[in-house]
């Protein structure tokens, strides 16, 4: 059975930092693609960024792109989602989740997910 534990959320001002990880456990971390997905009030789920299990090859989404950073530790079992010059709009529960294979941006693809956490960025 795999966890995934998402950790590091916070309330941050608009132009500051943050640092998400994931810790998987259950199951061979190495063995993921994992990525970053984000919900605000009243919409949809959607792709942030992710990281292939093998290459490491990394894909944002348009929004982060730039000021959002992923990275992997495959001896932490870990995965990292570096914020930088966050903005108001940023705000949202932030969701790690886990699937086989090549990276992909539906939320649909993956298969295991975190319980989310909270990031606010106020103005």
């Known amino acids: 059975q795999v966890q995934l534990v998402e950790s590091g959320g916070g309330v941050v001002q608009a132009g500051g930092s943050l640092r998400l990880s994931c810790a998987l456990s259950?199951?061979?971390?190495?063995?993921?693609?994992m990525g970053w997905f984000r919900q605000a009030p009243g919409k949809e789920r959607e792709f942030v960024a992710h990281?292939?299990?093998?290459?490491?090859?990394?894909y944002y989404a348009d929004s982060v792109k730039g000021r959002f950073t992923i990275s992997r530790d495959n001896a932490k079992n870990t995965v990292y989602l570096q914020m930088n010059s966050l903005k108001p709009e940023d705000t949202a529960v932030y969701y790690c989740a886990a699937k086989y294979g090549m990276g992909s941006t539906s939320r649909q693809a993956y298969e295991y997910w975190g319980q989310g956490t909270q990031v606010t960025v106020s103005s």
């Open positions: 259950g199951r061979t971390f190495s063995s993921y693609t």
């Open positions: 990281i292939n299990r093998i290459t490491s090859t990394t």
